[in-house]
């Protein structure tokens, strides 16, 4: 019997439409003639997902008795004998109630499988058992009903059901996912933006690698090793030298510059295991790479390049990073070409990154001044002369003849102009003293004799020497400005360097030191400010020579290493002003992050004035006047009167009194001297006399409060205080006919107590400003007090270790969030809010 396909349809959470993809689908395929039938679908009440289940054939569901509760589960034996083409099965990482055939869904549809029925089903990424603990970690729900990779990972065919987070977000405000009751605490705790878009990230990046599983298992299966660029990876080649910072570096960048690119390092080792490494060094690295999001190997080969790339082809590498070879010149001209060499000549369509680093000189190092042609240029001059002498010679001599003389003395000429333009004058004027003996021994009379009879022999000599002198002095003027135009290019590219650095925002001192270091091949470079190092870069040797150059009055610089010539210093008193103008800069800015806190408070001196000025007049005017009146003995004042003097007085002085409060407890949370005692506490309690405080009752607040709810851990006065301040201001703001929420939910460990208005809302530029003391919504109401509600309200809960956030509620208006901790996090596990109702 033939096994039957399994089809998953994977979303990042519940509500992005998986049960209506598959219910579309099995439409479809009932369209086109196969045998569908649904097995199990859970609607959820919605509307749109039941209309879908007309037309289709539904087996009836056997129902479970499990502790009084009938319970409807899937009827497998029914599906078994009815043995349709295609079963729809909803949830498959669902748990079946005890007495049960199966102890989990996805067991039933192993069976349908087996007894050769296609399956269809439904999953969320948070239900994969490799997941759990991370979706636990997003989103601070454990999940109690999981499913194994494995199960999974066999399906015949996974689609991603993708639904962006604010698409979904507004599907649930819409009521089209949870009931109505449901949905403020849904988008407060699981359905966060944050949690949608973490979870959605997983989706996609699980199924890209069970793509890349089956991809690798196609080109294993079809024998295809040339590269597939499916995604970048990128294959660094460690030795165990210190430049393995530098390389891993380097490729975990190119592998970020690509959604999903992955980062391999690999270390070749011999069979005999005697290759030089650094243990050490290699542990170091293994550990960087793997914080970089990377993974480790280590393969044994004898022919390096070859391990290299074999490993890269391997893994479909895309890139090749290795470091520029430590050899000498005159090494790699005796050994042959070097593992980069050979790595890039097999690499084939592998591109490949030959990185520079400290251990192969430094990249931005300057040419040194010197004489026009270098030592060694010398030295090859003097071997050319004495190996193409001898050897032009032995030519000329085997082809003499007397009329040859012409053409010996051109031959000689062109060695002695060679000479000059490889050695320069020195190497030049040996060729031509040599090449004039050799010829007077071998081609002049009287033959092997160095004797001078005709002046004319001597001239030719002469004319030897002159020419090549001339020939020489041009090509060392050639080298020198070469040279100089070489240093040139490397000074702008240092300066150009440096300017950037500083442009992308680097710290411009610390780029300044770097760069001087390496452009002077120094060993260590030191910033000195008033006796404090403020910047270093390098390691000096113990008793090395140090020389200090002054920073005008700012500090010193301190170089540590070998002494800079006249050409070099010049250079070096650009970078020093530069550093001159960096320290200047630096000390202003300390300055006026010094006058910053003056200007705020000054600014708060200024807005307290203004505000303290009508908000105590007005009380202060009303208190007197009524107490100036009740003392005048022109007026009788009748009783009732007199009683509506008095309670003008107290009102306006209990005015006074809690706005001389809210100041003072201003100036303690702004001196960090607030006194909080913290004490576990029932929010359940604390409502009743908020509401009495405000005067309120059922028609004027909608409370929305669970049945059991943990106390958290704050200060009992100071959170009424709070939840007071942000239901006046809910009420305030709310239309007409509209009530304000005060509701609580626990969520992850806290307990957030959620006020909701109606009202105008705030504008999200404006979000962080209202916690700004002295701050008024639209600053033109002076009748709302002087704007320190939200900001005592934001110090006290922050003083209680909450939080307090601002949220747009659904439909217009502002939610107000005060998440406080558990006062034992551990006494309660919070409900799973992606259980489906």
Known sequence: MTRGRLRVMLGAAPGVGKTFAMLEEGHRLQDLGKDVVVALVETHGRSATTALLEGLEVVPRHVVSHRGVELPELDLDAVLARRPGLALVDELAHTNPPRSTNDKRWQD?????????????????????????????????PQRETIPDSVVRAADQIEVVDLAPDALRTRLSDGEVYPAARIDAALSNYFRLGNLTALRELALLWLADEVDSSLQQYRSEHGIDSKWEARERVVVALTGGREGETLIRRGARIAARSAGGELFAVHVTTQDGLREANPGALAAQRTLVEQLGGSYHQVVGDDIPRALVDFARASNATQLVIGVSRRSRLSALLTGPGIGSTVIRESGDIDVHIVSHAAAGSGLALPRYSGGLTARRRIYGFALALIAGPLLTVLLVSLRSPESMTADVLSYQLLVVLVALVGGIWPALFAALLSGITLDYFFVAPLYTITISEPLHLLALVLFLVIAALVSLVVDQAARRSRAAKRATAEAELLATVAGGVIRGEDALQALVTRTREAFSL???????????????????????????????????????????????????????????????????????????????????????????????????????????????????????????????????????????NLLDVSRLQAGVLAVALASTDIDDLIPPVLDELGLGPADVELDLPAELSPVMADAVLLQRVLVNLLTNAIRYSPAGSRPILGASEFGGNVEVRIVDHGPGIPEARRDAVFVPFQRLGDTDNTTGIGLGLALSKGFVEGMGGTLATEDTPGGGLTMVVSLPTAGRSASTPVDPNEDP
């Open 109 to 141: 549809v192993e069976a349908m499988l087996d007894a050769g029925i296609d399956v269809m089903s439904t999953v969320n990424i948070q239900h994969i058992e490799s997941l759990n603990d991370v979706v636990e970690q997003i989103t601070g729900v």
């Open 523 to 661: 060993t260590g470079v030191r910033l000195v400010s008033g006796g404090e190092v403020l910047y270093t870069d390098g390691e000096p040797a113990e008793h090395e020579h140090t020389q200090s150059i002054p920073v005008g009055d700012h500090g010193t610089l301190e170089l540590s290493g070998r002494d800079l010539p006249a050409a070099d210093r010049r250079l070096l008193a650009v970078i020093v002003s530069q550093l001159d103008a960096a320290l200047e800069h630096r000390e202003l800015a300390a300055t006026a992050s010094e006058l910053a806190p003056l200007a705020e408070a000054d600014r708060v001196r200024s807005a307290l004035l203004a505000a303290v000025g009508h908000d105590l007049r007005r009380p202060l005017a009303a208190a007197t006047a009524a107490v100036t009146s009740l003392r005048s003995t022109d007026v009788n004042w009748s009783t009732a009167d007199r009683e509506a003097l008095l309670e003008t007085a107290e009102v306006s002085l209990g005015s006074l009194a809690d706005l001389v409060t």
